[in-house]
């Protein structure tokens, strides 16, 4: 079945550091994929997103590509600020097998320290 | 102008009890999804219905029930509250057509004494 694996946390950086959390997917079709965050006490919001091979999703920073070959979907940021302190969830989505079921990872927590 | 928002924000109750949890999205989405996050952030899936059909119930206990009086509105009635299912619980929706971004409403806090 469909999965995602996403790094364990927490991760805890020092600002302006070079951030990676990576995440690596098993699906049976042509997933889109997805980064979303989580602020303190809110709700998901979506982050990037990819939807076939190769493609590079990129907001605020924040950017992920699409590797088939290597069935991952590793998020970068080049300098994180604390702003960036949060929980960020790893997803794919594998209509037409799941009926746009999304399977979310574990979360990694983000906390970047002044 | 909120796009999905859930009331209460925030659900204080004794074990036995039975509540209900409301969703409403103005996005104009034909599917709606109930989810539940533990105490570790793990995110669970329990229901979504497209079109006011379910399609997706995963293994949740049956005091659990989705109602959906019309495709804007995705409600979660929960009967007879056991300690474990204080969690946040969060409503999305999204397009079905494709594999669309899911949009998250901001959760509702339920802690059962």
């Known amino acids: 079945g469909d999965s995602v694996t996403q790094m364990e946390g927490p991760v805890t950086l020092s600002e302006e550091a070079f951030l990676t959390i990576n995440c690596t997917y098993t699906a049976t079709g042509y997933p889109s994929l997805f980064w979303y965050v989580q602020y303190p006490g809110e709700g998901l919001q979506l982050l990037l997103k990819a939807t076939k091979a190769d493609d590079k999703g990129s907001n605020k920073g924040f950017e992920a590509t699409y590797r088939k070959e290597t069935t991952s979907f590793h998020l970068e940021k080049g300098s994180v600020q604390v702003s960036d302190s949060a929980v960020y969830f790893c997803a794919l989505s594998d209509l037409p097998n799941t009926g746009n079921q999304f399977y979310f990872g574990t979360g990694t927590s983000l906390t970047v320290i002044p | 102008d909120t796009a999905v928002s859930q009331t209460p924000k925030y659900l204080v109750t004794q074990m036995g009890n039975d509540k209900s949890i409301k969703c409403e999205q103005n996005l104009g989405h034909d599917t709606m999804y109930w989810y539940k996050q533990d105490s570790k952030k793990f995110l669970k899936i329990m229901f979504s219905?497209?079109?006011?059909?379910?399609?997706i119930n995963e293994t949740v206990p049956n005091r659990f029930s989705p109602k959906s009086p019309d495709k804007a509105h995705l409600n979660l009635h929960i009967n007879s509250l056991e300690l474990g299912d204080s969690a946040v619980y969060f409503c999305?929706?999204?397009?079905?057509?494709?594999?669309?971004?899911?949009?998250f409403g901001p959760g509702t806090r339920l802690l059962v004494l």
């Open positions: 999305a929706s999204s397009h079905r057509t494709g594999q669309e971004t899911q949009y």
């Open positions: 219905y497209n079109n006011k059909e379910l399609i």
